[in-house]
């Protein structure tokens, strides 16, 4: 059966006003980010000019990648030379890897004396996952390290990426309580399993499974106390792991945890507390992040000799006209609110400065005393300032940014969002086979990096996740769309690279199919196909596996049509996989049918007893009633 593709984006639905606005401009449009919940619509003439007087970061790369910036514009252009161009990476000691975390494919959410996180009670609350499911069991990683293991020996993978459970080791979150020792041996097995098979482990210590009890005694990371029980976790970690592991994230993706966790409400622990929430728990995820650093460094650096780093995610924002200062402005705000947030601080020491104005102007406009956005004192600034050996990248997507004036005197509702002062726009008719956050703008890539470049100072970088989605009706192990989306990012990761840029690694996002947060099962990043109807959550691969494999034996790309060779011939090897799926899945058919047929036989006889034998007596009491009254009736 041919599979279809859920219509994730109303391309159908976008407004006349943009219409008539594509017919005026070269038949191009925009509509509103799905996030954007001003639900206005804009459309601006793309057609990009050479003259650009103001001088900023975003005009000096437009400059240094115009060669092939202009091409973007139109989505037309993926197919033009400058967009195919590949470069092949020889140096050695570039890492191809593979990731996940805890929470997403562990399962044995209550085995082996782990404790609650806040994703376990957030998940179990009915209408906050999609079709409410629940990690409770996911892909069974926490029972198939060997199996997965496996898998990451056939891809020859030289990295894989995961998270420490911090309820797993720790199940209070309050180290002076209890130290699991089941959770301890779990990671040492899987940790000595990678190594056996030449496998570097990179450790991330908190990807969002804070435990329950840590929200429920001190409101989770709105609370300065979690510095340094965190700091106790990390360096339990440290002494238990650190003679084996020599590369650690502090934190996955604290811009999710900060916002979709305490100011939308979208992910555990579900606050909203808009406009202070999302600040104070960045604030504190900060400090904490420096607090680790200052103690591997301290205690463990001399004698383990590894790398503590943050990974940071951050779309690309692309000004809708680059002749347009405001719209050049509202871009870079939009970077810097996103990964500038965290990365500014780590590495300068302070907020970025267009995010105190911003929100310190609107602050004093709704007539409050002091910035919503907390501040640093000046130890503060000296004791977080270059706590970072290396920085993680996840990235995805990208968004066209404009200019937006939000209400902000006394009656106004404050936010993140809102703070910005910026619309998020997408072209319509960019790839979404997927999330519905997640477009396909693979030039994006290349602009981000350089800008961590040039506002970093040219960091070490490890691309720490990067990877798309799909959506599907039905099973299709034949994912050519992941494949262009990684042949195409891949690639301008490569030109980075060429351009100078310090990138030392990269993961695939991800290695498995797993839970997806809010949206549950109903998504797949995995490079493998994750049966979650089977108990027993078998593998298959998909054709990105062995497209990906190629990838990392030739170390990057040689030439376009050995890369397209590839492809090929990874669709064609996937036909087989799809058939022992289909095969699976009627012998699992076939064995609940017999189940059905054989249970009421047997372990379900209670049933029978309790509910279909008085059913057929009250039914035949019945009927002998009736029949009773039609014999009466026909002797009178």
């Not at 709704?366 to 004791?383: A, C, H, I, M, N």
């Not at 981000?448 to 959506?471: A, C, H, R």
């Not at 990043?525 to 998909?542: I, M, T, W």
Request: net charge positive.
């Amino acid at each position: 059966m041919q599979c279809k593709h859920f219509p994730l984006a109303n391309h159908s639905a976008i407004s006349k006003q943009l219409k008539q606005c594509s017919e005026l401009h070269n038949k191009t449009s925009f509509h509103t980010d799905s996030r954007d919940s001003s639900g206005e619509g804009w459309c601006y003439n793309r057609r990009r000019t050479i003259e650009i007087a103001p001088i900023d970061i975003f005009s000096f790369l437009r400059g240094l990648l115009f060669q092939e910036s202009s091409a973007p514009r139109d989505s037309s252009s993926a197919h033009t030379p400058a967009a195919n161009e590949f470069f092949i990476r020889y140096t050695a000691g570039f890492s191809w890897g593979a990731g996940s975390s805890a929470y997403q494919t562990e399962g044995a959410w209550d085995k082996d004396g782990k404790g609650l996180s806040i994703w376990d009670v957030f998940s179990h609350k009915k209408g906050k996952i999609q079709q409410n499911d629940t990690g409770d069991s996911s892909c069974e990683g926490y029972h198939k390290v060997k199996d997965d293991v496996s898998l990451m020996k056939e891809l020859k993978l030289n990295h894989y990426r995961f998270s420490i459970s911090w309820p797993r080791l720790i199940p209070t979150g309050i180290k002076s309580d209890h130290i699991n020792e089941k959770g301890i041996q779990y990671y040492d097995g899987l940790i000595d399993q990678l190594l056996e098979s030449k496998i570097t482990p990179v450790v991330t210590l908190y990807h969002w499974d804070l435990p329950q009890v840590l929200q429920e005694k001190y409101g989770g990371w709105q609370n300065i106390s979690l510095v340094n029980h965190f700091n106790e976790f990390a360096n339990l970690c440290f002494e238990r792991f650190g003679n084996r592991v020599k590369y650690w994230m502090t934190f996955n993706n604290p811009w999710s945890v900060a916002v979709e966790g305490y100011e939308t409400g979208e992910h555990a622990p579900g606050l909203r507390l808009r406009g202070t929430g999302a600040y104070r728990a960045a604030h504190h995820i900060i400090k904490a992040h420096a607090k680790v650093w200052h103690t591997y460094d301290t205690q463990w650096r001399a004698k383990q000799k590894g790398l503590v780093g943050i990974s940071l995610s951050g779309d690309w924002g692309e000004p809708v006209d680059m002749s347009n200062q405001k719209d050049i402005e509202a871009a870079e705000r939009y970077v810097q609110f996103y990964l500038g947030w965290f990365a500014t601080p780590i590495f300068h020491g302070d907020y970025p400065q267009v995010m105190k104005d911003f929100i310190g102007r609107k602050s004093v406009q709704q007539g409050l005393g002091t910035s919503r956005l907390p501040t640093f004192s000046t130890q503060e600034k000296s004791y977080i300032k270059g706590t970072c050996d290396f920085l993680g990248i996840g990235h995805f997507t990208t968004r066209y940014i404009t200019q937006k004036n939000n209400p902000s005197g006394r009656s106004s509702s404050s936010s993140y969002f809102t703070d910005r002062d910026l619309a998020e726009l997408v072209d319509p008719r960019w790839p979404d086979p997927g999330s519905e956050w997640l477009y396909s703008v693979p030039w994006g890539f290349r602009r981000l990096l350089n800008f961590v470049k040039i506002q970093y100072g040219n960091p070490m970088i490890y691309v720490t996740e990067n990877g798309v989605s799909e959506k599907m009706l039905c099973t299709e192990l034949c994912d050519d769309w992941r494949i262009q989306y990684y042949k195409d990012y891949i690639n301008e990761m490569l030109k980075a690279i060429k351009d100078g840029v310090n990138v030392k690694g990269y993961t695939a996002w991800s290695l498995l199919d797993k839970f997806e947060w809010d949206e549950g099962y109903s998504e797949r990043f995995g490079l493998y196909y994750v049966d979650f109807r089977n108990k027993n959550k078998p593998r298959y691969p998909k054709a990105s596996v062995q497209f990906y494999k190629r990838v990392i034996s030739s170390n990057g790309f040689p030439n376009q049509r050995e890369v397209e060779n590839w492809r090929r011939k990874a669709i064609e090897t996937c036909s087989s996989s799809n058939q022992l799926l289909a095969a699976e899945e009627q012998r699992s058919t076939a064995a609940n049918i017999l189940r059905l047929i054989h249970d009421p036989l047997t372990s379900h006889m209670e049933m029978v007893t309790e509910i279909v034998v008085p059913t057929v007596c009250t039914l035949s009491i019945l009927l002998s009633a009736v029949f009773l009254m039609f014999l009466l009736r026909r002797r009178n």
